[in-house]
């Protein structure tokens, strides 16, 4: 890799959507998950960036836009996607590094990123990758894991856990599994150019116990107006946040959709089975539907 960008999570030929999603107890999870993108989502939309899609558990939810672009450093995850959304031009599925978006400036007018941002080692960074392709207007729907949660503080209190979730600095707790303060994130999003216009806490009920011995759909009840106390403080383990680009930026009116990853000419010459960069050589391949900007072959 090239320009130094930093550790990618690669979930390359993982079940991660079979084991964590499927049969892994996550279904409170999922729909609270469901209930604050509602909440959070325009009701229309032209284009929009699913940052880190995964198996595609998200994108049937982004019912507004016209066309999605599913991006995941993990070719196998894409091709998990396509089988579970199947053919269609609505979707455009693309392998790529975060850090390094093959994209033209201003393109989309949405971006997600959802349970990501966890896995970032240097999330400003990521961050300012979703502000660049972002049109005026742009929305950007972000969930991050929050350090400051209860559990967190109440074993911080309890002396059985070192860091404290009180300071702004984002915790590795696994590697390359971080957790953010609240304020650290909004910061970040505020100096970049974002204002923030509505913030969710989720999955407030996350605990083993209480998922065996109270009905999902209960949970979920709860889960849903508990939510809007986000407004006020953010003490759920994961945050849903909604950002609007502020910046007098005019849209990206020209035909250019894609750019070359490694010098930035948004000039690719399409040779069927891969794009050409005229500038720097690079060779980004497109097979089976997907298109591969990680490394030029
Ligand atoms: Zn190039």
Redesign the pocket.
Known sequence: MTNNTPPVCNYEGSDYQTSFWDQGGRQYEDRSEAIALKRLLPKSGRLMLELGAGAGRNTPRYTGYERIVLLDYSRTQLEQAQQRLGASDKYIYVAADVYRLPFVDHLFDGATMIRVLHHMSDAPKALGQVKQVLGPGGTFVLEFANKLNIKAILRYWLGRQKWSPFTLEPVEFVELNFDFHPKAIFGWLKDLGFNIEKVLTVSHFRMGLLKRIVPTSILVFFDSIFQWTGAWFQLAPSVFVRAVTRDAISRNDNSFFFK?P????ANLVDKINYLE?P????KWEFKDGIYDFRKSI
């Open positions: 070359c490694e010098c930035g000419n960069c500038n720097c050589k690079s």
